[in-house]
C-alpha cells in the first residue's frame, strides 16, 4: 500500500514551452501533498505544500507564477512548470500525506530537462 | 525551527559489515523522526518511522534505529550490510502543527564494497 506515481518519469522541453507533472496517491486519499526539487547529489528542497480544494502554500524563493501547482482532488496534484528555462532543468519529486499520519510517501521523481 | 544534521556524507562499507549512519536532530519537543532511502534516479522508500512509544524501532530491509532524546539523535543501523543497500539515506523530521512540513538532512550516500 501507500503508493504514490508520478508522470512523466522525464521529460525534455524547449525554453519557454511549459511542462505539466503528475502525482497521483494510488491507493489513499491524501489531504496534502508536496513539491520538492532536487539537485544533483543535494537534498530535497520543499517548493510547496499542497492542500486538497485550496490553494498551494509556497516556500520563500519560490515563484508561485513559475511553478503552478493545483490539487484538484484527494489523489492528484499537479505541478505547471511555466515558461521553463534551462535554470529549471532538475529532479522533481512529490510526495502524499495519507489523511491520517504524519509519514509523506513519495513518488518515484520527473527528470525534467530544459533546452 | 526544526534541523536535521547529517554528520557523515559518505560512507564506506564492506559487504557483511555492521552500519551506523548518524542523524542528530533540533526540535523544541518530541519530534517525528523518519529515514527514507533513496537510489539513483528514484524516489524516496520509507525505511522507518519513529512517533512515540518503543525507543528502538524496527523498518524494513532489516534496518532500525534508536531514538535518544538525550543525544537528540536517531541513528540508523543494520547488522550486516548487502550490496544492493548501496544508496544514498535521509533522515527527517517533522514539526507538529501546521501544514507539517519535512525537514531532509543533506542525506549519507553509502558505498558497499564486496
Known amino acids: 500500500g501507500a503508493v504514490v506515481s508520478q508522470h512523466p518519469s522525464w521529460v525534455i522541453c524547449k525554453s519557454g514551452t511549459s511542462v505539466k507533472i503528475e502525482c497521483r496517491s494510488l491507493d489513499f486519499q491524501a489531504t496534502t501533498m508536496f513539491w520538492y526539487r532536487q539537485f544533483p547529489k543535494q537534498s530535497l528542497m520543499l517548493m510547496a505544500t499542497s492542500n486538497e480544494g485550496s490553494k498551494a502554500t509556497y516556500e520563500q524563493g519560490v515563484e508561485k507564477d513559475k511553478f503552478l501547482i493545483n490539487h484538484a482532488s484527494l489523489t492528484l496534484s499537479t505541478l505547471t512548470v511555466t515558461s521553463a528555462h534551462p535554470e529549471d532543468s532538475s529532479f522533481y519529486i512529490c510526495s502524499a500525506r495519507p489523511s491520517r499520519g504524519y509519514e509523506q510517501y513519495f513518488g518515484p521523481g520527473t527528470r525534467l530537462t530544459v533546452t | 525551527a526544526q534541523s536535521v544534521t547529517q554528520p557523515d556524507i559518505h560512507i564506506t562499507v564492506s559487504e557483511g559489515a555492521s552500519l551506523e549512519l548518524r542523524c542528530n536532530y533540533s526540535y523544541g519537543a518530541t519530534p517525528y523522526l523518519f529515514w527514507y532511502v533513496q537510489s539513483p534516479g528514484q524516489g524516496l522508500q520509507l525505511l522507518l518511522k519513529?512517533?512515540?512509544?518503543?525507543?528502538l524501532v524496527q523498518g524494513i530491509k532489516g534496518f532500525e534505529a534508536e531514538f535518544k532524546r538525550s543525544q537528540s539523535s536517531f541513528n540508523l543501523r543494520k547488522p550486516s550490510v548487502h550490496w544492493s543497500d548501496a544508496a544514498e539515506y535521509f533522515c527527517a523530521v517533522v514539526a507538529d502543527g501546521g501544514y507539517q512540513k519535512v525537514t531532509f538532512g543533506i542525506g549519507t550516500k553509502l558505498q558497499v564494497i564486496p
Open positions: 519513529y512517533f512515540s512509544g518503543d525507543t
